[in-house]
């Protein structure tokens, strides 16, 4: 990404325009969330605020977690697959299993794995139009969901986190 | 809002096709705050988890005034005028002013306020065209910032809050 453009919301070569404002977004959520992390170490990514919080690093690998599931939902109408569960349930679920296996591991493993799944999904947005954005499923409710949405939402879940990444990162670090 | 297409970015009756979408998220980042707090007594809206730390209440009025400046930056080109800073200065710095003066409200008294901030908002946005979301201006270093980055980061900014409101808010009822 160019870091010149990184307030522009518009169009980006490679991606058709819609695409394109959906992908800016998505950039700089991931931009904020790199500087929420910068420079942190093993203990502090692996800090618990009490014993119902999850680190620093659970968060990371739940963001990228729900990428994941989002690219299943969107680019091949499915659920997680058996492989994918084993890999990414604790991230996906949190709580008490992902405070025991995901823990001990150097920032740039986090960001290793993040920057692997939006690889992936920048891949697939690349092969799309628009009109894709607007595709919909039917929640149980009947309330439909587009594509648009599903998108947006990956990234807003992004900005949820990172609220909390801040919060956890003042006072993980104010401890050391 | 219809709620029956929260789950849809799009096009929205009275916006242009890009402002549409760019309302759609921003109308469901709110459904999700307004969710988040839904039901919080004066004492939990008041909470402060530690000395440093902002309440939900002051979070809500952060949400709004930051609301406000985007506001007054894309609709009318300059900075919170003095009538403005005196209504909304605390909630905008928030720390130690914010945990003085915003406390002992009801939870209507904050979500008034957001409500009568967004109205103002749509109004504007509603009198505009896609190609003001282009328009942009420069920063300090050089970097182009469009409309359509200020107001995705209004929203943006929002649900990073959420998801301190979130974490606050489990903390805040569990002591009660």
Redesign the interface.
Known sequence: MD????????VIPGFTP?IG?LV??MN??RYTTLSAVEGLEVDELDYLRDP?SNSIGAILSHIAASEVGYQAATFHARDLNEEERLEWGAALDLGERARREIRGHELDYYLRRMEEVRAKTLEELGRREDQW??E?TS?GS?????N??KW?HV??HE??????I??LR?HATART
């Open positions: 870091d010149r453009d990184l307030f522009l919301i518009g819609q404002r800016s977004m700089y959520a119902q954005l607007e919909h929640l009947g309330q439909r969901v587009n648009y949405f947006f990234f807003g900005l949820n986190h990172r609220g909390q801040r919060w003042r």
